[in-house]
């Protein structure tokens, strides 16, 4: 596609609800970033693959955050057993791995997530 | 850990004048990037800067860096009401060792209003 989707746009929780929001970077980028906006706030790294390996997850807040990229495209962050503090808006991007390049990272619109 | 500050977090300026908005940072990096992000919108690349005395152009937009310094600005131009957004610095900490994973820390944010 043109630019990074991410799906849903919107979704409403209650607190102990598991959730999935999708990402689906541009097409044949290598690198894929979850990011967490706070109401006000810059984003904060959460996790970061190259291609199907999750090499970084260290921004990951609990274990009870879990990403996956089986097939290095389309991206999964689940959250199980969500809190109120979760609430935030969650930010997908990508970009395009080549030495020298330094493209910029590429940032779907997000999925705002609200916690009951 | 690599930390990021920009000032002023909030700046409301009227039409036609000029402003600089800085980027401090707390380790060493020749990677700047800024972006713009509008309310409910995902964000925006603006300019990428790779080097020390980088500068670049875009319309009323004008960014440096020095690295050095560890700061970079955004200078604003004859501001129009167009350019009403927050502005974000972000800084990805890049070696050797962790090439491809670009993660960006980026700061707290201007939220800049142009007043006509």
């Known amino acids: 596609g043109a630019g990074v989707s991410q799906s849903p746009r919107y979704k409403v929780a209650k607190r102990g609800q598991d959730v999935a929001l999708r990402c689906d970077p541009i097409?044949?980028?290598?690198?894929l970033f979850w990011y967490q906006q706070a109401l006000g706030q810059g984003p904060e790294f959460l996790t970061y693959?190259?291609?199907?390996?999750?090499?970084?997850k260290s921004g990951l807040p609990s274990d009870r955050f879990f990403a996956e990229r089986p097939e290095g495209s389309v991206s999964t962050l689940k959250i199980q057993r969500t809190q109120q503090e979760d609430s935030a808006v969650y930010l997908c991007?990508?970009?395009?791995?080549?030495?020298?390049?330094?493209?910029?990272?590429?940032f779907g619109d997000g999925t705002r997530l609200s916690i009951l | 850990e690599l930390k990021v500050e920009q000032n002023p977090l909030f700046l409301s300026m009227q039409e036609g004048k000029n402003y600089t908005i800085y980027c401090n940072y707390s380790?060493?990096?020749?990677?700047l990037y800024w972006y713009r992000q509008d309310p409910g919108k995902s964000l925006e690349s603006l300019f990428v800067l790779l080097s020390n005395g980088a500068v670049k152009q875009e319309g009323r937009l004008m960014a440096s860096l020095d690295t050095k310094a560890r700061l970079s600005t955004l200078h604003i131009t004859a501001a129009v009401h167009d350019l009403s957004a927050t502005y974000f610095c972000a800084v990805d900490y890049y070696s050797i060792s962790n090439f491809g994973n670009e993660k960006l820390t980026f700061g707290t944010g201007t939220r800049l209003t142009i007043i006509p």
């Open positions: 991007a990508s970009t395009d791995n080549v030495e020298g390049a330094r493209q910029p990272q590429h």
């Open positions: 693959f190259q291609n199907e390996a999750q090499l970084d």
């Open positions: 380790t060493t990096s020749d990677r």
């Open positions: 097409s044949g980028h290598v690198s």
